[in-house]
RNA sequence: GGCGAUAUAGCCAAGUGGUAAGGCCGAGGUCUGCAAAACCUCUAUCCCCAGUUCGAUUCUGGGUGUCGCCUCCA
């Protein structure tokens, strides 16, 4: 049984879909001003798994995400370039999907824009409105009136008169309440606008998600999540004005999730703060694999701190993951290419198995993968089983290897078959964690790959002649240059191995 | 001030009422022309105090530290 943590209850909760089979999540996206930070890669990152999750273990998942392009920070942008507002918020979409794409993200089912909603959100706030939710200043400004909701602040736990007492914030006197958030803005000079019932203006902050996430959701839906500071005021409201304005304290989302923050230093990293690292640098040095399996090394809830040491940490980490990945397919490569010998049936009755103990690992450790997912999307624990199935891995290949004078060639047909099932069982762990994705990729469909990989064999066909003469500084010299061209040798009891830094 | 998290080895990080996964780093070893990779061995009693219990790191209460939200923020 999946286990989620909703923040809604402050506990782990039993997972029942709304609806048999499916599942439907609404992700808060980004206010595209500026390139995505690392902070920002988490949540994807995360509901990227989840939903990963949710596919593999037979859910038809829909997944909707929204770029919220009309917003204060959007219009100071294009005024600071002397551009307009959507000529920012196209930059910055396009620069968030580039990254996102880097780090393996499968796109949502919808990006919905703010600028493309307006109908809804305008007749949303009409409805509210209506039914006494709201109300309307002689500018043209509404408000959500957070007194006519007994429910507000279900979620984060607050209660109206406990945030005044530390606020910061100079209270807007036109309120009735200084809790009321804006539902509609009027339009200053120089501002982008859209025509409504209260005039020229634009969305308020929150009110998109709600006419969004209804639109395509439905007024139920089984996930909402983003980052934990959206638990006030963004997502306090979004539920106040949704369940306001549908007149069901138990519609909107079932589950609510929040993903830990990532701190530089212990501190927040913040856009405000300046303390922030944007997935573009990070990804000049670092591949966005790495970068995928660092921020799913830790348990989504919990804080991540972010710096260089961790992130190199996390490539060792990966490449030690990836190695097992490549023995594996170069037993198979080997299998498949005929180099293997394999023993028949008189010799396979006298082999035994070196692979039935990895069979059985390989079986109870993708079930320990699937209880640790299953346990609030615990993607810290299931990738500890996948490295344990990597050194059990490890191990077969090396006996394997060690085994026949010339190199592999005492597997039989039955472990062959095991080789191949281990193969697919990492693999589907690594399709759920989303690695490994780019380089198989590459060798299958890359002419280019195609080309390096032939390129090598010549390469390293020459050293070995050198080295067969015992000439090592010429074998070591090709060596050295190889690995500052970006390519690692490994020379071995079996023979040569290379890969990319 | 209100609300909410969290405190596990040198570092990172899971987890359980019955003496603690995994990763990184470090030490020694196997293999090896060297290097690398891989493998083997070694490295914790879980912030403090009190309580519940046969037994708590795991539950309860208190304390302390750290972090976050209450203002745009993933």
């Known amino acids: ?13 039993d997972f029942h879909p709304l609806e048999k089979g499916k599942v439907s999540i609404y992700c808060c996206g980004v206010t595209p001003y500026n390139d995505p930070h690392i902070g920002n890669a988490r949540p994807f990152v995360t509901w990227d798994a989840i939903r990963r999750y949710f596919a593999k273990k037979g859910y038809e ?7 919220t392009d009309v917003d204060d920070k959007i219009i100071a942008a294009a005024k600071r370039e002397d551009v307009t507002w959507r000529e920012i918020s196209d930059r910055y979409i396009e620069a968030y999907f580039k990254v996102m794409d880097d780090l393996n993200i499968h796109h949502a089912d919808l990006y919905p824009r703010v600028s493309e909603t307006m109908e809804d959100i305008i007749s949303m706030i009409q409805t509210l409105v209506n039914k006494g939710f709201a109300y309307v200043l002689g500018n043209g400004d509404v408000f959500y ?19 005044e007492a530390g606020a910061r914030i100079e209270i807007d006197g036109r309120k ?3 809790m009321d958030f804006a539902l509609w803005k009027s339009a200053k000079p120089d501002e982008p606008f859209w025509p409504s019932p209260w005039g020229k203006g634009r969305p308020g902050w929150h009110i998109e998600c709600s006419a969004m996430s209804l639109k395509y959701l439905g007024e139920k839906f089984d996930f909402h999540g983003g980052g934990a500071d959206l638990i006030f005021p963004h997502h306090e409201n979004e539920i106040a004005q949704s369940q306001a304005a549908i007149g069901d304290e138990n519609s909107f989302a079932q589950y609510w999730l929040h993903n830990g923050f990532i701190t530089i230093d212990h501190e927040k990293m913040s856009k405000s703060a300046g303390n922030f690292f944007t997935v573009k ?5 670092y591949s966005g694999e790495v970068v995928r399996f660092f921020l799913l090394q830790t348990h989504y809830r919990s804080p991540l701190d972010f710096s260089e040491d961790r992130i190199k940490e996390a490539q060792t980490a990966y490449s030690r993951l990836a190695t097992s990945k490549d023995y594996l397919f170069d037993l198979i490569k080997k299998m498949d290419s005929g180099d293997v010998g394999f023993g028949g049936m008189g010799s396979t009755a006298i082999t035994v198995s070196k692979a039935g103990g990895l069979a059985e690992m390989a079986e109870r450790l993708l079930t320990l993968f699937y209880d640790a997912m299953d346990d609030d999307f615990n993607t810290s624990l299931a990738i500890s089983h996948m490295f344990e199935l990597s050194k059990e891995i490890n191990i077969y290949y090396n006996e394997i290897m060690n085994s026949g004078v010339s190199g592999i060639n005492q ?4 472990d062959a078959k095991i080789i191949y099932r281990v193969r697919d069982v990492y693999m589907e762990m690594a399709g759920i964690i989303g690695i490994f994705e780019k380089a198989v990729k590459a060798v299958d469909e890359n002419a280019e790959f195609k080309l390096i990989d032939d390129l090598m064999e010549i390469i390293i066909a020459n050293r070995q002649a050198a080295r067969e003469a015992k000439n090592w500084a010429i074998a070591d010299d090709i060596r050295d240059k190889l690995k500052a061209a970006g390519i690692i040798l490994e020379d071995t009891a079996q023979g040569v191995r290379w890969k990319r830094a």
């Open 1 to 13: 049984m999946l286990k989620v943590y909703n923040t809604m209850s402050r506990k782990k909760e």
């Open 145 to 163: 009136d957070v007194t006519k909701d007994e429910h507000y602040g279900k979620l984060s736990g607050r209660k109206l008169d406990d945030n």
């Open 61 to 67: 998942v829909k997944y909707i995400q929204n770029f």
């Open 411 to 414: 597997i039989s047909e039955s």
């Open 176 to 178: 009735h309440h200084p």
């Open 281 to 285: 640098e990070i990804l000049e040095k």
